[in-house]
């Protein structure tokens, strides 16, 4: 029998490989959005739907009868980039058919490209950045005027907080919520920055109001999401100076214990860490909470101080490791999981070794790996050249894909034998005989159906795994059907 892969150990998830159609929802005319890339696409592509709901749009998940076509796109390699283009292609058969169709292209490409996206993509009638969602019935209407419609603004506030967002995957269990949009990292081999525009923090208390009301309707746990939810920060300055004395100030480790009170029946998730911010404050947060699920996935992108540098990450290995430590002594059996990118401008034998050597050291439960893809105007693209060879690219990716490989199998053994709460996200991929869902550890775990159900947490008895998956059986329910 074959069992679904909860994750995927090569260079084509996080970033470019989630396409997600939308689920329905009910109104006259007919919109379908499309999303590439991260998790914040997918949860800004529910902000887009409810924008769009308050203009008599529901979403429909069969692209031939849509009225508007939004992709929502991802630039962060150019391969994520390549796809677009390509779906962009498929699409072209459907505007001949309809000449009335909207396609408009949102997100990270449209931030990126801009106007340039409409003379290189003759089909598209509208691009609208990742700030500019509020204006999207506006642009339509000048879509309809015959023009072609763009607004790539970025703003310094824009948090969509007030927006209660629709959710695609109807009858869920788990949702994102933002809570910081945009980076002010600087990352040298990132577009992140460009296409998404300056760090800020959403209203505290929206969050827990929006974590309150999916917990309502069902859902059992939420995903926190910023591209460096360790800098989140509400009423203080980047410099830790409080902004209006007359409200309280929260942090990222204050705003998670906030979440966690929600219900102790709401499971909590985070991403992503970064390296150099994450504080013990929200380590001790974790520990504290049964709900906070004991998984952090903290990128190193490298494993030698000197590329760290050249990539302006913020901290060398040995900090990296220190947080490591912490992360070990703090929280009671927590998986780990990371990101690295090999073949970065001048990256030696040597320094690729150190990345293996220090995957020997913390191995991670899980990874995600990516060959360096050189992105326009980053400080990378104008500071140093892309000079690691495609075939030596391709040699270290799969050193350390292979050795992943085998730490990811190593930590499923170690979980044989033990129970574990695990919520039911729905059926097994491969089987309607199976269920599956994950541990705190955010590992996937499939099980016998028996009467079990969406939204229970059950207690498995782990009885056997793959690298990728865990298989086990029900001993104990935890909580009634939802
Ligand atoms: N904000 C997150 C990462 C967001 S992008 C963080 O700082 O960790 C997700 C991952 O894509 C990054 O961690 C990095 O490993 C990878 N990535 C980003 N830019 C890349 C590039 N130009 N080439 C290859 N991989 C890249
Ligand atoms: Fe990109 Fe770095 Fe910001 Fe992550 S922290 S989004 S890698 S600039
Ligand atoms: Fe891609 Fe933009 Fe996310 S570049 S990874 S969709 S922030």
């Known amino acids: 029998m074959e069992f679904e892969q909860n994750k995927v150990i090569d260079e084509s998830k996080q970033g470019e490989a989630t396409v997600l159609p939308t689920n329905e929802t009910s109104g006259n005319k007919k919109l379908y959005v499309e999303s590439y890339g991260c998790a914040m696409n997918f949860s800004d592509s529910e902000v887009v739907a409810s924008i769009m709901a308050k203009e008599g749009y529901s979403t429909t998940r069969n692209v031939d009868e849509a009225d508007v076509i939004l992709i929502n796109t991802c630039s962060i390699r150019e391969n994520a980039e390549t796809r677009v283009r390509t779906r962009l292609g498929d699409l072209k058969i459907k505007k001949k058919e309809n000449p009335d169709l909207v396609i408009g292209i949102l997100g990270c490409m449209a931030e990126r490209l801009k106007t340039a996206l409409l003379e290189e993509e003759k089909l598209v009638d509208l691009v609208a950045g990742p700030d500019a969602y509020r204006d999207l019935p506006n642009l339509i209407e000048e879509v309809g005027t015959g023009q072609k419609a763009v607004n790539v603004l970025l703003s310094r506030d824009e948090t969509y907080a007030d927006i209660s967002p629709v959710r695609l995957d109807k009858g869920g269990v788990s949702a994102f919520v933002s809570i910081t949009r945009g980076c002010d990292n600087m990352c040298s081999f990132c577009v992140v920055p460009f296409t998404r525009g300056r760090e800020r923090s959403r209203d505290p208390k929206t969050i827990v109001e929006e974590c309150k009301t999916l917990f309502a309707n069902g859902y059992r746990e939420v995903t926190l999401l910023g591209q460096n939810v360790d800098s989140y920060r509400w009423n203080l300055t980047s410099k830790g100076v409080v902004k209006d004395a007359t409200i ?150 799969s050193e350390i894909v292979e050795k992943q490989r085998s730490h990811s199998h190593l930590w499923n053994k170690k979980q044989l034998g033990r129970i574990d709460k695990v919520l039911i996200e729905g059926f097994s991929k491969k089987s309607e005989e199976h269920l599956c869902g994950r541990n705190s550890r955010n590992s996937m775990v499939i099980f016998p159906k028996d009467n079990f159900k969406k939204g229970q947490y059950v207690m498995v008895k782990i009885t056997d795994c793959t690298s990728a998956t865990l298989l086990g059986e029900v001993v104990e329910i935890c909580s009634t059907n939802p």
């Open 248 to 397: 309280p100030t929260t942090n990222f480790a204050e705003l998670m214990e906030m979440v966690a009170h929600v219900s102790p029946d709401l499971r909590v998730r985070f991403s992503t860490s970064h390296p150099k911010d994450m504080t013990d404050d929200v380590l001790h947060v974790m520990e504290k909470y049964e709900n906070i699920c004991s998984n952090i996935h903290l990128p190193v992108q490298s494993g030698n101080s000197a590329v760290l540098a050249r990539m302006n990450r913020g901290y060398s290995r040995e900090w990296y490791l220190d947080r490591i430590h912490a992360i070990r002594s703090i929280v009671t059996d927590c998986a780990i999981s990371t990101d690295m990118i090999i073949g970065f401008c001048g990256e030696t034998e040597d320094e690729h070794q150190q990345t293996l050597s220090l995957m020997d050291e913390v191995t991670f439960d899980f990874a995600y790996m990516y060959k360096y893809s050189e992105r326009p105007k980053t400080l990378a693209e104008r500071k140093f050249e892309d000079d690691v060879p495609e075939e030596i690219k391709g040699k270290r990716l």
